[in-house]
């Protein structure tokens, strides 16, 4: 690929970067939602002389669909974001706001109700703005009709009232609890000092976002002696007199007293389909010492988030041990690959074809991708570390629970598709996958480039740019049994699909401090659930089984699973072997997260799903089969590249293939 960059390049860098500059003096941010990309815009109005900030969509602020927005260059973009958004629209929307928030304090002022919760309405950067101010309108109004609402619907509101959610974790609640919120980059050594002192304490846990964490921290903790168990979702080693466990956050046993918890990647707050397990571990683990291990970026939502669970906070930042670099010039070709590389793409396809690639230059290569299950990528990244591969190719799933000893991080792209379209990728996103360049002990510094000119050029904006800190409001809620029971109670109402409906629509109205978790996978599948003759406790189980209902071999064994829990019979494990044909490793694939998710269902279903240890067996021999399928391909393309060179007279004139 060539270094020197084209003209029309560099206009349209120049066209970027005016784009760019518009949407900081406007201040402003281009989103997706509802497959359409927009413009969020921020600022204040002063009403009663009271300052409201607002961050949202304006009602004239969609700027086409995808597919539409795709289509126009930089400099079509920049006149439709000026056409749509400038002072005279701002002074549109907040004339809407202004009129907006003088109901809103006209009515508090009327009946003596505190507006903010109804005016925080205007802090929804993806939503648009009438949308919003109707739900401000809603909100004070539920206020306003509080004390007039029918006894039945005030026993609905008491039943899921999450302004109480902390409350509801009533070891952690009645403890004095010590918060230890230990805030840097990657590669600053933020779980050392944590995991000293866990591993000394007399008891304690350790709380992972991945099982592949999990396992690392509890055979870190094994060989210093401690006796832990190991618990996730699929997955149990325990020890008979174990005083420790090393666990995944959703695992959390919120009524075991310990003297010390540690939270990994704490900035997971923030996350819409798992942020909820975090909100869960804060206020409700129950030790006396809570280590927060995360981005720097979390501290505003560690010290509110801890001020209204209650407990003391200190809070340690720590710099990066190793410097991080970025190169003067992209990599430009993979010929110029060195060992210790590791390029990074974003789909499995990409991963599999820029393998395929590298490994055509004569490099041997792990691949490392988030389809893989956790044993299959740390044995990928196993070779890496023993120098079996020189070269690793993955997604950004390495950029958690992998500590691979890269020398330099190549970006093949500064895209990324995010479920509606394809866009740059989030700062903070290309920060922790970079930071795993130069790992400290392994190399005196990290190394980062991207594989052509403007993606270079992308990624050494993005990691200038300053992250901004993590909401300080809005923490993600997930709705346990008991609330879900609790509703029932009080509304007669018996399907899940609706009382989650009704536990969404709540918070929504009702509360500012949390916010409902995403929760569109388990309401689908509590749709059809709903039609089978199971408990509401079964149902709630089955509806968060952790398996992919867009994949349909999968849906169709998790239907047929629930059909033999209804049934009362034993729902048998198939050995999914021999039938990829073609598509063999994506078959492999598929089949592990089969036994995962019957290993899921037989620790907390045992007597319909028996073979529990039959699944982790399975999962564990899939796995190791995928490893070997994806090491056969380096030695299948060892062979390919040494037969050309004999049939020339012996390889002694051909270049060796690197191992």
Known sequence: MSENLPESAGTAQTEATALTD???????????????????????????????PYH???????????????????????????????????????????????????????????????????????????????????????AKFKHAENRQAERTHNAVNLSLYPESFVTAHGMQRHFIAVLGPTNSGKTHAAMEHLAK????????????????????????????????????????????????????????????????EIQLLD????????????????????????????????????KRVGGTLEVRELQRKSPLEMEKQPLGSLKNLKPGDVLIAFSRREVLNWRDQVMAEGWAVSAIYGNLSPEVRQAQAERFIEGETKIVVGTDAIGM????????????????????????LAPALAKQIAGRAGRYGEHAAGFVCGL??????????????????????????????????????????????????????????????????????????????????????????????????????????????????????????LRMEGMGGKNELQYLEDTCKLYSAYAWLGYRMPETFPDEDLAQMLMQSTSEKIDRFLAQRNTQQRRERREPQAKRGGGSFGRKPRR
């Open 271 to 306: 996350d819409p389909d798992r942020g909820a397990a975090w909100t869960a571990a804060v206020c409700g683990v129950p030790a006396k010492t809570v280590y927060l291990l995360g981005a720097l970026e979390a501290r505003e939502a560690i010290e509110s988030l801890v």
């Open 401 to 424: 629970g992998l500590n691979t000893p890269a020398r330099r991080v190549i970006f093949t792209t500064a895209n990324k598709w995010d479920g509606y379209a394809e866009g740059i």
């Open 22 to 52: 518009y949407l900081t003096a406007q201040r402003a941010t281009l989103v997706t939602t509802d497959g359409s990309y927009a413009v969020s815009v921020f600022g204040e109005i002063i009403v009663a002389k009271r300052v409201v």
């Open 201 to 264: 304490a007399r008891s304690g846990a350790y709380l992972a976002p991945l099982r592949l964490l999990a396992l690392e921290n509890y055979h870190r903790l094994l060989d210093a002696g401690v006796a832990v168990s190991l618990i996730t979702g699929e997955q149990r080693k325990l020890h008979p007199d174990a005083t420790h466990v090393a666990s995944t956050v959703e695992m959390l046993n919120p009524n075991r007293p310990i003297d010390v918890a540690v939270i990994d």
């Open 56 to 142: 949202l969509v304006p009602d004239a602020g969609f700027l086409g669909k995808v597919s539409k927005w795709r289509k126009l260059d930089v400099s079509e973009r920049l006149a439709l974001l000026q056409e749509r958004w400038n002072d005279a629209a701002r002074d549109k929307l907040e004339a809407q706001l202004m009129q907006c928030a003088e109901v809103i304090m006209s009515t508090a002022r009327q009946y003596e109700l505190d507006p903010s919760s109804a005016l925080h309405a205007f802090i929804a950067k993806y939503e648009i703005a009438r949308l919003r101010c109707t739900l401000a309108l809603d909100r004070i109004e539920a």
């Open 452 to 573: 052509d000119f403007n993606t270079h050029k992308i990624i050494g904006a993005l990691l200038k740019q300053k992250l901004e800190q993590l909401p300080d409001t809005g923490f993600y809620v997930a709705p346990n049994l008991d609330y879900l029971e609790q509703i029932s109670s009080a509304t007669g109402e018996t399907r899940l699909h609706a009382l989650l409906e009704l536990f969404t629509k709540h918070i929504n109205v009702h509360d500012e401090f949390f916010l409902p978790a995403n929760l569109s996978d388990q309401m689908d599948k509590a749709k059809w659930l709903d039609a089978l003759k199971l408990s509401l406790a079964d149902r709630y189980t089955l509806s968060l089984c952790p398996i992919s209902t867009k994949i349909p071999m999968l849906e169709r064994a998790l239907q047929d699973w629930a059909k033999c829990r209804a049934d009362k019979r034993k729902a048998p494990l």
